[in-house]
């Protein structure tokens, strides 16, 4: 390709630069453009790269026996009607209606739709298992696009499905598509960790999250520093540290106490330590149903944790107002009396301590020495805590280490979550009966992945493409004088099937070289009066260039 | 890819068969399977198939110079109402909001798109000229959909755009893309007759068509004998035959005219010949202006000429009402006193006769001897016919035939149509003015053609697939004793990089041979105890079978 020639040349406009890499060097590279919010044009070079990852998903799909197919972008909405998503899916859904009045969903995830072309083919044990995947555009209303490539609306994704007749054969599977993805990861030049995470919207019982550590990322995950756990916010579990439980317990009493309204008020006014206090919180659900949550002081109410152990599928704080229905009082909430009045949510980490205090349900009165039992019931007692940097793991054999990561892509468990939903979504039994499939689901967003790549191999002169994903492998610059010597390296290089993007612009050195930094393929060679015979070879990488001959320069291209 | 694991087998089940050979062959082989009407899934026997023809396209596209690249598929509904098409497109454009109010068009054609791309870059004369391309879902929100994947609401087509400084260097790329539309074809092994057509709602002067004869096709177009002449029905010429124009003209005269309201019941009623008679069809633009169109008798109101003649997207036939209130009757009209009451258009065959009759206006009266500019006056004289089959081509020198074809792909000069609609669609010129660009575009739908391929590449037993585009080269069938050998076969021909299809099924031979008829796949291979160490071949398209050897079939394999 000649770049005189090329759609979207590099500019170093950094008027639009962000606080993302990603995002200002593949603008100012011509890889991509953005046409509305979270919806990007990709220019010719980011479409080569984005083919190439495209390509590498492809192979290490195919090599495991998955099939690629295509499943419309239009999903009727009674599919989505039967698994009840219309009202659960995290992100917005978007709808639109044809002229005939049918309703669609714009797919931004197809585990109906595929399900639905299974169903339709009647399978049999022996058609099983399969793995099903395609490469297609998926559709997110997010509220906010963010950070180019990072967050957007709209995105081509490698999504599969597999099915199968029970547990133990999903399990090969899952194991498979996890080692497919690590292999995915290493070609495309990222380390990726495998983050057990929360499967949200899409169902099932566990998923893995695969997050590339950046600071910049938005998923928060927490590693055991033996390398054993890991695992997203949302879920991660530790070890409660005990406190003061094996105390006597003292009698119950409530005081005056014109105090503020938070936990620090509470401490400054008792002088007793942030953990014996108890944290109140009240919820309600999407249905408008109220829930208090109470955990011990000094930790922290986990949403979704606390969404899971009620099934509701959103919570919001609940308003002073919706407090007071309760008659009690914001800031002074205490479990004590509200039993049946309300759904009492406490967190394990209570059992840790003994005479707590906290409000007593009128405003400025505490209580002390409460207790757990004996002054207040659980309507459900589990797990709804965040967990903490340094806490120890749940075994308590290793501490907990705070990590920012992109997630790159995730695998799921369904299990019977959309076979047990869906009607006719079986198949037939060695014994002839009908049997739900067993379930999993794999996703991979390309864009996202290609600006991760973007944000870990870049330096701060423009971008360090891996070979295996670069839009070319060799960038070659021709000089004043050397334009003649440059076609025919040119055509050698082509003939030789080797990609090569050739910048002949009556250009000065310093803008090719500028230009060539920015773009970031792996090799540059450089053609001019002075290198008469031979080329100028350097690496993306490195500082040091060398001068060697054409078959020497063919060689370590068709090697590379 | 073992035939067992297969997800889409061939079934005969015949309940849902069409008139479409494509369609019941697609299903019944596990091609394809709908979703919603006119939506359809592509299983992976289908997807195979697809991804080839896609390869084949990428591939001529590229050789041409053609940049692959994407634009979103929600394109803002702004930049269709820049030029006006929000009001004009053909086909329904279906329209969705995000969940902040912004408004999209899903993408059915994406000129506004590509030409918003290339200004937002700036591009001088040096960039130019760039063919930019992608392979994206289209979205056409058709009232029906008809024959499978023939007519379809949701398909992907590669659409190109191409852009230069001035016309001359546009007729360059034209000539380019049909000769690299030709060799699509022709590789996909079909033959595609180059047709000059309407340029419809997507703007521009001129463009072709590319037409598959098929009785089964919606277009009807004509070409001529000598072969010199080819053009779709909307836009056909022909040279229009001399009656009696150099008769003396007589007397005008209304008469009483007890009849009928046709143009036969006139023939009848007077005696004279159909081509002597007028004949007028009044009809309704979109904004609900009437308008006369009148004609020859023995020629038919082409709507397509007539709408572009007088600037209409859509014209409709007027009702009774809307003729009545022009104070005149239906089945009478005249054009004679009706100037200045409505907008008259007439063809130009009215020159060729004289003393014409027709209606007066008046219920039961009819008039004879008219003549135009005598006795009535056009607003606008012009070519408003359709061509019949066994018409004079324009220049005389050879006859109309008449085809029916199924549409496979089209060409379009844009000339200006979309850059001077467009705010800043412009380039730098040498001389540093800017210019708007000079563009063309170029379609071609993959589904479709798909099927049309299978609709001239079918027998009674099933498809006949070009080996260029089939789903695999060879597939193999073990029958019972031959497992083994069979195994050795499969791994040799996978080892060679052949693709194959083994079915290694526990079925009879019938049930084996009748599905490799069905999928069509152009080499079939059987291993049994009977053929030992060598391998019984045959081509899908020949009866006679033939033993060969392991390395003679390899051989074949890799040459085929």
Known sequence: MKYSKLFGKA???SSKDSKFASYNLLIKGGFIRESSAGRFFFLPLGWRVHDKMKAIIKEEMDATGAQEMLVPTLHPLGLWEETNRTNSVGFELMKIKDRNGAEFALGGTAE???????????LSHKDLPINLYQFSNKFRDEFRARGGLLRVREFIMKDAYSFHTNEEDFLKEYEVMAAAYKRMYQRMGLEALQVAADNGYIG??????????????EGRFFVSEDGK????????????????SNEELLEYEEVDAIRGTTMEDGVKFHHLPLWQQIKDVLFATESGELVLAIIRGDLDVNEIKLAHAIGAHTLRHATEEEVRTLDTEPGFISPVGLSGKVKIIGDTSLRTVVNAYGGANVLHRDALNINIDRDYQLDLETDIAMAQPGFKTRDGTSTLVEKRGIEVGNIFQLGYHYSKKMKDATFTSESGE????????????????LATVVEKHHDDRGILWPASIAPYQVHLISLQGGEEQAAVVYNKLQTAGIEVLWDEREESAGVKFADADLLGIPTRLIVSKKTGNQVEWKARTDEKSELISLDECL???GNS
Chains 1, 2 share one sequence.
Request: hydrophobic share 30%; proline share 2%; glycine share 10%.
């Open 11 to 13: 500019t170093f406009d």
């Open 112 to 122: 109906e739709m595929f399900v639905d072309v299974v169903r339709k083919l009647h």
């Open 204 to 217: 099932g019982e566990y998923c893995h999250e695969y997050q590339v550590e950046s600071e910049l990322g």
């Open 229 to 244: 756990y890991s695992a997203h916010e949302d879920i991660a579990e530790f070890e409660c540290e005990e406190k003061n």
């Open 434 to 449: 009908q049997l739900p499939f067993y379930m999993g689901c794999y996703g991979f967003g390309i864009g996202r992945t």
């Open 555 to 557: 060689n370590r291209c």
